[in-house]
Every structure is written in C-alpha cells, then in structure tokens.
C-alpha cells in the first residue's frame, strides 16, 4: 500500500448548498425501491447529500488517501483509485457520521465501517466484484454515497452474463445494495474515456446481522 499523503489535486465543480441540519437536509423522500430479483434489491435516493459538492471538498482535505496494491497475474500492481478506509472499531469522522447515523436508523444497522474511494479521472475503477462482507452476513447492506462526477455503476449476476442493471451515480446520489446482493449479484464501475472529471464514493458497512439481516451461518 502506498500513502498518498496531501490532498489528492483533483478537481471537480459543483454547486453549493447550506444552511439545513441534517435529518432536514438527507432525506428519503424520493428513494426508489428496485428489486433486481425475488432476493436481492436497490434502493436509489437521488441528490441524497444537497451539499455534496462542499462534503467531496472536505473528504478530499481529511481523509487518510491510499493508493494499494493488489496481485495480478504474479505481480503486485497498483490499485487504479486512491481508497480511505475506517475499520470496524475505528471511530468514523464526524463527516460520515452526518451520513452514517440517519442511514442506520432507516434500514436498522450499525453502520461501523466505511472505505472511501476516489477515481481521480475516468481512467480508475474498479473491476467486476461482490463485496467481501458477506463472508460474514447473510445479507449484509452496502450504502453508498456518490460525490463529484457521474460514473457508470453496473450489476450483473455474479454467474455471469450481460450487465442487468445501469446507474449513473453522482453527485450526492445514495445506493443500498441489499438482500442477497454480495452473494448472487456483481457490481463494478468501469473506465470510461468520457467522464467529466473526479468521483468519490462513499461506502458504508456494518459488521453485525440488523433488523432484517442475518448471519451467514443461517444460509
Ligand atoms: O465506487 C463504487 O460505487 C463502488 C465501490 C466498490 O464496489 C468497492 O469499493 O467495493
């Protein structure tokens, strides 16, 4: 893993927007429920963070930016975004915790990690994967919150085959992946030539079964 250490000089310009607390400002008024299958679902909130323009600005100041390395046919090579993570037990920034706390609340979980991605320019991404929690719980939920720029975020079925289901998420968009997502579904966010500039994502994670999860044992 490599530090990053200062600000990562990425640019992206949006609009700002203040003056509200939170439970008034993040609001679930417009999420749409989408089942991808009997099992597994989507929740899509547009414009869940109004200021997320000044949040991206603030994520990008504090947080502890990486750059890993991961094994790729015998080699170690660089992860292509700069990641910040928070580990369960690691207490999360007051900056998520604006996010974090009302998340919690609505879908019944102990948000207590959270990773951080930046995709600097449209050439990072990440590949075809499903997300290493569910070795832990049966159907854990994945939320994230989408900063900056717009980027594709596909799905398909983890057997395989074409992509099912299309986003574009960005700027303040929220994304609960749940049900048995992590298990039968992949996600990825491809390179894209087109993208007008930097993404950040904010992934949210719980360690411990909620109100409607359970452990993976019981599956
Ligand atoms: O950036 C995203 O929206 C997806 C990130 C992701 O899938 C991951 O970090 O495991």
Not at 154 to 161: C, Q, V
């Amino acid at each position: 893993m490599e530090g990053v250490g200062a600000r990562p000089d990425v640019h992206w310009q949006g609009s700002l927007f203040d003056g509200l607390d939170a439970r008034e400002r993040l609001s679930f008024d417009g999420l749409r429920h989408e089942p991808l299958d009997e099992r597994s679902w989507i929740d899509v909130v547009p414009g869940w963070v109004p200021d997320h323009a000044a949040l991206f600005d603030r994520l990008l100041e504090i947080a502890p930016w990486q750059q890993r390395t991961r094994e790729m046919w015998e080699r170690e090579v660089l992860e292509p975004r700069l990641v910040a993570s928070w580990s369960t037990g690691a207490e999360l920034p007051p900056e998520v915790r604006e996010l974090s706390d009302p998340l919690s609340e609505r879908y019944g979980v102990a948000i207590d990690s959270c990773l951080v991605n930046l995709y600097r320019d449209g050439s990072d991404a990440v590949a075809w994967h499903a997300d290493t929690v569910r070795k832990v719980l049966r159907d854990p939920l994945v939320l994230t919150v989408s900063l900056g720029a717009r980027r594709s975020f596909l799905l398909r079925p983890a057997t395989g085959g074409p992509v099912v289901r299309r986003y574009a998420p960005g700027e303040g968009d929220l994304i609960v992946m749940g049900g048995a997502c992590q298990h039968e579904w992949h996600h990825t966010v491809p390179r894209e030539r087109s993208a007008s500039g930097a993404r950040m994502s904010i992934t949210l994670r719980h360690s411990r079964p909620g109100r409607s999860t359970a452990t993976a044992a019981a599956r």
